[in-house]
Protein backbone atom coordinates (compact mmCIF):
# COMPACT_ATOMS: atom_id res chain seq x y z
CA UNK A 1 0.00 0.00 0.00
CA UNK A 2 1.40 3.45 -1.15
CA UNK A 3 1.03 6.77 1.58
CA UNK A 4 -1.25 7.59 -1.70
CA UNK A 5 -3.97 5.45 -3.74
CA UNK A 6 -5.97 6.82 -6.45
CA UNK A 7 -8.37 3.99 -7.76
CA UNK A 8 -10.39 4.17 -10.98
CA UNK A 9 -10.66 7.72 -10.53
CA UNK A 10 -13.28 9.77 -13.63
CA UNK A 11 -13.56 13.17 -14.03
CA UNK A 12 -15.73 14.89 -16.75
CA UNK A 13 -16.09 18.63 -17.61
CA UNK A 14 -19.31 18.63 -19.94
CA UNK A 15 -18.18 16.31 -22.75
CA UNK A 16 -14.91 16.02 -22.13
CA UNK A 17 -13.51 13.26 -20.18
CA UNK A 18 -10.33 14.70 -18.38
CA UNK A 19 -9.63 11.87 -16.71
CA UNK A 20 -10.22 8.45 -17.38
CA UNK A 21 -10.08 5.35 -14.73
CA UNK A 22 -6.96 6.73 -13.36
CA UNK A 23 -4.97 4.25 -10.85
CA UNK A 24 -2.03 5.78 -8.81
CA UNK A 25 0.15 4.36 -6.26
CA UNK A 26 2.49 6.57 -4.27
CA UNK A 27 5.16 4.37 -2.12
CA UNK A 28 6.11 6.12 1.18
CA UNK A 29 9.17 8.45 0.76
CA UNK A 30 9.60 8.43 -3.11
CA UNK A 31 9.78 10.83 -5.38
CA UNK A 32 6.68 10.29 -7.56
CA UNK A 33 6.95 11.99 -11.18
CA UNK A 34 3.25 12.10 -13.14
CA UNK A 35 4.40 13.19 -16.74
CA UNK A 36 2.43 13.51 -19.71
CA UNK A 37 1.51 15.83 -23.11
CA UNK A 38 -0.08 19.19 -22.39
CA UNK A 39 -3.87 18.62 -21.83
CA UNK A 40 -3.33 14.89 -20.23
CA UNK A 41 -5.17 15.60 -17.19
CA UNK A 42 -2.20 16.23 -14.92
CA UNK A 43 -3.16 19.64 -13.00
CA UNK A 44 -7.09 17.86 -13.08
CA UNK A 45 -5.74 14.86 -11.32
CA UNK A 46 -3.65 16.77 -8.75
CA UNK A 47 -6.86 19.10 -8.28
CA UNK A 48 -8.56 15.81 -7.14
CA UNK A 49 -6.10 15.17 -4.80
CA UNK A 50 -6.41 17.93 -2.61
CA UNK A 51 -9.96 18.82 -2.50
CA UNK A 52 -10.21 21.39 -5.16
CA UNK A 53 -11.54 18.97 -7.70
CA UNK A 54 -14.34 16.19 -6.78
CA UNK A 55 -13.84 13.07 -8.87
CA UNK A 56 -16.95 11.70 -10.83
CA UNK A 57 -16.09 8.52 -9.62
CA UNK A 58 -13.35 6.64 -8.02
CA UNK A 59 -11.38 6.65 -4.87
CA UNK A 60 -8.22 8.75 -3.30
CA UNK A 61 -6.92 7.58 -0.21
CA UNK A 62 -3.78 9.30 1.89
CA UNK A 63 -2.00 7.73 4.71
CA UNK A 64 -5.36 4.89 5.36
CA UNK A 65 -8.07 7.55 4.92
CA UNK A 66 -10.19 8.96 2.23
CA UNK A 67 -9.76 12.88 0.87
CA UNK A 68 -13.06 12.95 -1.00
CA UNK A 69 -15.38 14.87 0.43
CA UNK A 70 -12.95 17.03 2.43
CA UNK A 71 -12.53 20.57 1.92
CA UNK A 72 -8.66 21.52 0.96
CA UNK A 73 -7.69 23.13 3.98
CA UNK A 74 -8.63 19.57 5.56
CA UNK A 75 -6.75 17.69 3.45
CA UNK A 76 -3.72 19.94 4.20
CA UNK A 77 -3.80 18.84 7.84
CA UNK A 78 -4.21 15.67 6.86
CA UNK A 79 -0.68 16.04 5.55
CA UNK A 80 -0.58 17.04 1.77
CA UNK A 81 0.98 20.33 0.71
CA UNK A 82 0.78 21.59 -2.50
CA UNK A 83 3.05 24.04 -4.46
CA UNK A 84 1.44 25.86 -7.43
CA UNK A 85 2.17 26.49 -11.11
CA UNK A 86 2.68 30.16 -10.15
CA UNK A 87 4.18 30.72 -6.94
CA UNK A 88 1.73 32.48 -4.18
CA UNK A 89 3.88 34.33 -1.85
CA UNK A 90 2.22 37.06 -0.49
CA UNK A 91 4.45 39.92 -2.46
CA UNK A 92 4.10 42.57 -0.17
CA UNK A 93 5.27 40.95 2.45
CA UNK A 94 9.14 40.26 3.58
CA UNK A 95 10.56 36.57 3.30
CA UNK A 96 10.34 35.99 7.19
CA UNK A 97 7.08 37.21 7.07
CA UNK A 98 6.28 35.14 4.83
CA UNK A 99 7.13 32.43 6.38
CA UNK A 100 5.13 32.97 9.53
CA UNK A 101 1.95 32.25 8.07
CA UNK A 102 2.57 28.86 7.77
CA UNK A 103 3.73 28.27 11.20
CA UNK A 104 0.50 30.34 12.30
CA UNK A 105 -1.80 28.22 10.01
CA UNK A 106 -0.33 24.91 11.58
CA UNK A 107 -1.18 26.24 15.53
CA UNK A 108 -4.64 27.83 14.41
CA UNK A 109 -5.90 25.42 11.53
CA UNK A 110 -6.42 28.22 9.11
CA UNK A 111 -4.27 30.19 6.82
CA UNK A 112 -4.39 33.75 6.97
CA UNK A 113 -2.72 36.89 7.35
CA UNK A 114 -2.32 38.54 10.79
CA UNK A 115 -0.95 42.08 11.95
CA UNK A 116 2.79 42.04 11.29
CA UNK A 117 2.93 43.56 14.72
CA UNK A 118 0.94 40.42 16.02
CA UNK A 119 3.16 37.93 14.44
CA UNK A 120 6.36 38.93 15.09
CA UNK A 121 5.47 39.52 19.00
CA UNK A 122 4.40 35.62 19.21
CA UNK A 123 8.49 34.59 19.71
CA UNK A 124 8.14 31.03 19.17
CA UNK A 125 6.82 31.72 15.99
CA UNK A 126 9.30 33.98 15.02
CA UNK A 127 11.46 31.44 16.29
CA UNK A 128 10.02 28.73 14.16
CA UNK A 129 10.35 30.93 10.97
CA UNK A 130 14.22 32.38 11.17
CA UNK A 131 14.77 28.42 11.62
CA UNK A 132 12.87 27.48 8.53
CA UNK A 133 14.42 29.94 6.66
CA UNK A 134 17.78 28.66 7.91
CA UNK A 135 16.70 25.74 6.40
CA UNK A 136 15.80 26.52 3.25
CA UNK A 137 18.98 28.77 2.90
CA UNK A 138 17.40 31.71 3.16
CA UNK A 139 18.40 33.54 6.58
CA UNK A 140 20.16 36.31 4.68
CA UNK A 141 17.27 37.60 2.40
CA UNK A 142 14.60 37.23 5.54
CA UNK A 143 14.09 40.86 4.92
CA UNK A 144 13.59 41.10 1.44
CA UNK A 145 10.57 42.19 -0.13
CA UNK A 146 8.95 39.11 -1.53
CA UNK A 147 7.82 40.55 -4.85
CA UNK A 148 11.60 41.62 -5.51
CA UNK A 149 13.27 38.17 -5.63
CA UNK A 150 14.41 35.88 -8.29
CA UNK A 151 11.45 33.52 -9.75
CA UNK A 152 13.94 30.88 -8.29
CA UNK A 153 14.48 32.47 -4.96
CA UNK A 154 10.26 32.92 -4.74
CA UNK A 155 9.53 28.80 -5.61
CA UNK A 156 12.24 28.34 -2.85
CA UNK A 157 10.82 30.73 -0.22
CA UNK A 158 7.32 28.86 -1.16
CA UNK A 159 8.73 24.97 -0.77
CA UNK A 160 9.72 26.29 2.40
CA UNK A 161 6.11 27.68 3.73
CA UNK A 162 5.05 24.24 2.62
CA UNK A 163 7.37 22.10 4.68
CA UNK A 164 7.02 24.79 7.48
CA UNK A 165 3.31 22.69 7.73
CA UNK A 166 5.24 19.35 8.23
CA UNK A 167 3.52 17.92 5.25
CA UNK A 168 4.12 13.77 4.91
CA UNK A 169 3.43 14.74 1.28
CA UNK A 170 4.50 17.64 -0.61
CA UNK A 171 2.63 17.99 -4.22
CA UNK A 172 4.66 20.18 -6.97
CA UNK A 173 2.51 21.19 -10.57
CA UNK A 174 5.45 22.16 -12.92
CA UNK A 175 7.82 23.55 -10.17
CA UNK A 176 10.49 24.83 -12.55
CA UNK A 177 7.90 26.19 -15.47
CA UNK A 178 9.22 29.57 -17.14
CA UNK A 179 12.61 29.24 -14.92
CA UNK A 180 15.90 29.87 -16.08
CA UNK A 181 18.24 26.98 -16.34
CA UNK A 182 20.07 28.11 -13.53
CA UNK A 183 17.02 28.76 -11.30
CA UNK A 184 15.87 25.28 -12.38
CA UNK A 185 18.76 23.14 -11.30
CA UNK A 186 18.11 25.03 -8.17
CA UNK A 187 15.61 23.87 -7.31
CA UNK A 188 16.38 20.20 -8.41
CA UNK A 189 18.74 20.59 -5.55
CA UNK A 190 16.41 21.38 -3.45
CA UNK A 191 13.89 19.01 -4.02
CA UNK A 192 16.67 16.35 -3.78
CA UNK A 193 17.99 17.63 -0.66
CA UNK A 194 14.73 17.42 0.98
CA UNK A 195 13.83 14.05 0.00
CA UNK A 196 16.76 12.83 1.04
CA UNK A 197 16.84 14.67 4.67
CA UNK A 198 13.21 14.52 5.51
CA UNK A 199 11.02 11.72 5.87
CA UNK A 200 8.52 13.13 3.39
CA UNK A 201 7.21 11.58 -0.28
CA UNK A 202 6.88 14.01 -3.18
CA UNK A 203 4.89 13.78 -5.99
CA UNK A 204 5.48 16.07 -9.15
CA UNK A 205 4.22 16.56 -12.00
CA UNK A 206 6.64 18.04 -14.29
CA UNK A 207 6.73 18.47 -18.17
CA UNK A 208 10.79 18.98 -18.10
CA UNK A 209 12.52 15.94 -18.91
CA UNK A 210 15.45 16.89 -16.95
CA UNK A 211 13.94 17.46 -14.01
CA UNK A 212 12.12 14.43 -14.59
CA UNK A 213 14.71 12.17 -14.61
CA UNK A 214 17.22 14.10 -12.27
CA UNK A 215 14.34 13.54 -9.00
CA UNK A 216 12.16 10.74 -9.90
CA UNK A 217 12.81 7.54 -8.33
CA UNK A 218 8.99 6.19 -10.23
CA UNK A 219 6.98 7.55 -12.47
CA UNK A 220 3.65 7.26 -14.12
CA UNK A 221 2.61 8.34 -17.76
CA UNK A 222 -0.42 10.13 -18.30
CA UNK A 223 -2.18 10.14 -21.77
CA UNK A 224 -5.08 11.65 -22.48
CA UNK A 225 -6.05 11.38 -19.20
CA UNK A 226 -5.20 7.63 -18.48
CA UNK A 227 -1.69 6.39 -17.10
CA UNK A 228 -0.05 4.64 -19.91
CA UNK A 229 2.34 3.20 -18.09
CA UNK A 230 4.12 3.89 -14.23
CA UNK A 231 7.59 2.28 -14.17
CA UNK A 232 11.41 2.97 -12.83
CA UNK A 233 12.88 5.94 -14.60
CA UNK A 234 15.18 3.72 -17.05
CA UNK A 235 12.25 1.68 -18.23
CA UNK A 236 10.19 5.39 -19.25
CA UNK A 237 13.20 6.15 -21.13
CA UNK A 238 13.39 3.84 -23.62
CA UNK A 239 9.61 2.73 -23.78
CA UNK A 240 8.26 3.34 -27.43
CA UNK A 241 4.38 3.94 -25.87
CA UNK A 242 6.02 6.95 -24.21
CA UNK A 243 7.68 8.28 -26.92
CA UNK A 244 4.57 8.41 -29.34
CA UNK A 245 2.35 9.97 -26.77
CA UNK A 246 4.94 12.97 -26.37
CA UNK A 247 5.74 12.98 -30.48
CA UNK A 248 1.75 13.28 -30.37
CA UNK A 249 1.87 16.12 -28.89
P1 LIG B 1 -2.43 19.07 -17.98
O1 LIG B 1 -2.22 19.63 -16.61
O2 LIG B 1 -1.95 17.66 -18.14
O3 LIG B 1 -1.87 19.95 -19.06
P2 LIG B 1 -5.24 19.57 -17.41
O4 LIG B 1 -5.54 18.66 -16.28
O5 LIG B 1 -5.04 21.00 -17.10
O6 LIG B 1 -4.01 19.00 -18.26
O7 LIG B 1 -6.43 19.48 -18.47
C1 LIG B 1 -6.93 18.25 -18.98
C2 LIG B 1 -8.05 18.53 -19.94
O8 LIG B 1 -9.18 19.02 -19.22
C3 LIG B 1 -7.73 19.59 -20.97
O9 LIG B 1 -8.35 19.24 -22.18
C4 LIG B 1 -8.32 20.86 -20.38
O10 LIG B 1 -8.67 21.77 -21.39
C5 LIG B 1 -9.55 20.32 -19.66
N1 LIG B 1 -9.92 21.09 -18.48
C6 LIG B 1 -9.14 21.29 -17.38
N2 LIG B 1 -9.80 22.00 -16.44
C7 LIG B 1 -11.03 22.26 -16.96
C8 LIG B 1 -12.19 22.95 -16.48
N3 LIG B 1 -12.21 23.51 -15.26
N4 LIG B 1 -13.27 23.02 -17.29
C9 LIG B 1 -13.25 22.44 -18.51
N5 LIG B 1 -12.21 21.77 -19.03
C10 LIG B 1 -11.11 21.67 -18.26
MG1 LIG C 1 -1.18 21.37 -15.89
Redesign the pocket.
Known amino acids: MGILEVKGVNKR??G?Q??GNVNLSVKENSVHAII????????????CLVGK?IPDTGSVMFDGQSVLGRKPHEINQMGISRVFQTPEIFGDLTVMENMMIPIFAKRDGAFRMHAIENMMAEKDVVEAAEHMLEEMNMADKRGMHSASMSRGDKRRLEIGMCLAQEPKLLLL??PTAGMARADTNNTIDLLKQISDERDITIAI?EHDMHVVFSLANRITV?AQ?TPLVEDDPENIKGNPKVREAYLGE
Open positions: FGLALGPNGAGKSTLLNLDEILG
